[in-house]
């Protein structure tokens, strides 16, 4: 959160900028009618998720460790087929001894849910801000890697939807201020490994007896980042016996502090080695290059990804990992602090990036808005993919400055992806469920209410979760799939699929993290539009093993790594 931020933006080609194209006010009559499928309703309160309540510390947000939390998960917890809700939480204000306490919810697979937190041995009391849904120990049960401002906490799952905490046991507790974190196997050995990543080394009681203040434009606000000290990301190798192995330093992974957030795995070269890419706050971003033989080199300078157009460092907040435009190449949304655009980076053929946010019209609608989590989805189900990003500001007192954009209390944002390389902001704004204004910061996608669709969970400041309720009308068919990989990665973490429908290729990765701080479904989704099947479904495991599936119709399937297709509904 680059409190003292100050942003000129040239709208010229610049770096690695794509020359930049007029962003339409209006869009014609054609694409206003195709955009009219995104519309999303508030379905909080009637959900049970309503009674939830998020604390982070004052009103004022005087210090720095109380502007960001509300990570979330969105997943199935219990086995039951249901997508289940766990909610990190706050704390209250400096030197209240209330208890303030991350809570679990089941769902029942048509939008409701009951809060289930007593004796479920997750209502974590320490500051938390993130969450990871992942089988880590190849069980096929979901557990969960909760990121706190020290230690951390690793839920394992005994099948029912009852935990404990092993993060001590397996060397995983981590007590820096830790932020995002992302599961995946770096080594390729079959098991999960964790990437951690820390934001500063705090020191709150210092920090506080200081009183240390700092301005944005003219008002008083909290103190940092810039001024106190980053801190490094730490590296878990899994040893396949239920602990892991600090591998940092070994893998030049700890040789970098910076102010980090969230972190997203893919491979970026293609060479087989899953890579990871990190959303610094303030600082430059990080691509670190999985070299194959345990350790990585950092290059994201290099590939075009580490600082803004105009050479600056920006406040990367969320980021997300989707191919947009259909060239069987993952490209890069990563969302900033307002007075500044959120980036999109587009995979070139030459293995870099290009910023190409000002071409498909995204530059200048994000400038007021300051981001965290984000997706590429495709809502419409119309065969590309859309974009999401929360909002909400980090300084209340940004009331005070009269501007009309630049407020505390934000309005989400989404964009369709109108098929021409470009996106637009919908006709209606996406529904009502995008005129609340809140502080929102975690988010998940995923199929709350089992209509098929691809609803939103948003995780908000001081208040309840926000569900956003897809109710677009004129909607296409669309296929869900669930991977099975190979003990112990049973959640086939780092497959990659490729469906074709005509001549259309579209690109899923398969993997659970989400944005910011959060946990969407592992259930790959694909818009299939008028098409009632994909023609041909290429699955590349992530052991390497390839996998080719035909006529599959649209609804929802389940493939077993070596096993064959399996559907689990009658169609969609």
Known sequence: MRSTWIVVCLLVSCGS??????????????AAQALSALHFVDGTAASGLGTFQQRNGSADKNLIHESFAAGLALVDLNGDGHLDVYLTNGGPEQGSDESVANALYFGDGQGHFTE???GSGVGDTLWSYGVNAVDFDGDSDLDLYVTNRGPNRLYRNDGTGHFEDVAADAGVAVEEWSTG??????DRDGDLDLYVVNHIDFDLQSVHEQGLRMHYFNQEVYYGPLGLDGEADRLFRNQGDGTFADVSEASGIGAVAMFGFQAVTFDYDEDGWPDLYVANDSNPNLLWRNKGDGTFEELAARAGVALSATGDPQAG???????YDGDLRSDLYVTNFS?????LYRRTDRGMFRDVTARVRLQQTTMPLLGWACAFADFDADGDLDLFAANGHVFPQVDLLGRKETVYLQRNSIFENTSDGRFGVPAGGGGPGFELQTASRGAAVGDVDGDGDLDLLLGNLDGPPSLLLNEG???????????????PNT???????????????????????????SSCPATLHWGLGEASQVDELQVTWPDGLEESFSGVEAGHVSITQGSGLTRTDTGD
């Open 17 to 30: 900028q794509d020359a930049p194209v007029a962003e339409d006010s209006a869009l014609d009559s054609t």
């Open 116 to 118: 289930v937190t007593q």
């Open 181 to 186: 974190s992302v599961f995946f196997d770096y």
């Open 317 to 323: 907040m969320g980021v997300a990992v989707g191919d």
């Open 339 to 343: 007075e500044d655009y959120f980036n």
């Open 473 to 487: 009308v004129g909607l296409g068919h669309a296929l869900h799939v669930n991977l099975v990989g190979k003990r």
């Open 491 to 517: 959640g086939a973490i780092g497959a990659r699929v490729v469906a074709l429908v005509g001549e259309k290729k579209m690109l899923r990765l398969c993997g659970t993290q989400s944005g910011f701080l």
